[in-house]
């Protein structure tokens, strides 16, 4: 009897594991490679210009952005804009207040919905007292669909 409480016991132990150990690692899929020419920010994090990489973590509503280098790792949380056709390319849209720019959607081509990462309160303090933004976009450097 004694014996097999113990194994009831281990087997409930290494069952409790597994599912700790897989809740913990988070799915991704690569979006894209871009690019970016300047310095921004996305939520409240202040990324240096170079390349990154956009993936996926689910749930989908949050992206991972990562510089080639790795040194450079932020995950945003970003809310659904759906279209009505998907995107032609994959690309992301930069606001551009004075000399600050702002990540504010991330397009994936062949998706027909856009990743728009929450507004700071820094941009929305700048387009408070500025107006208007200049929209830059760039364009992917790979499409990982």
């Known amino acids: 009897m004694k014996s097999l409480r113990s194994q009831i016991t281990i087997c409930l132990l290494f069952t409790a594991a597994a599912i700790t150990l897989s809740a913990q690692t988070t799915p991704s899929q690569r979006l894209m490679t871009v690019n970016i020419p300047f310095a921004f920010s996305v939520e ?12 996926t973590v689910t749930p989908e509503r949050s992206i991972r952005i990562v510089s080639s280098d790795g040194k450079d790792s932020v995950i945003v949380n970003t809310l659904p804009n759906y279209a009505n056709s998907p995107s032609e390319n994959s690309r992301l849209v930069f606001h551009r207040y004075g000399d600050e720019y702002f990540l504010t959607q991330v397009r994936t081509a062949g998706q027909n919905v856009a990743r728009n990462p929450l507004s700071t309160k820094r941009a929305m303090e700048i387009a408070g007292s500025s107006g208007k933004p200049q929209t830059f976009t760039v364009l992917a450097l790979t499409d990982h669909r």
């Open 44 to 55: 409240n994090h202040s990324l240096p210009e170079g390349e990154y990489k956009i993936f």
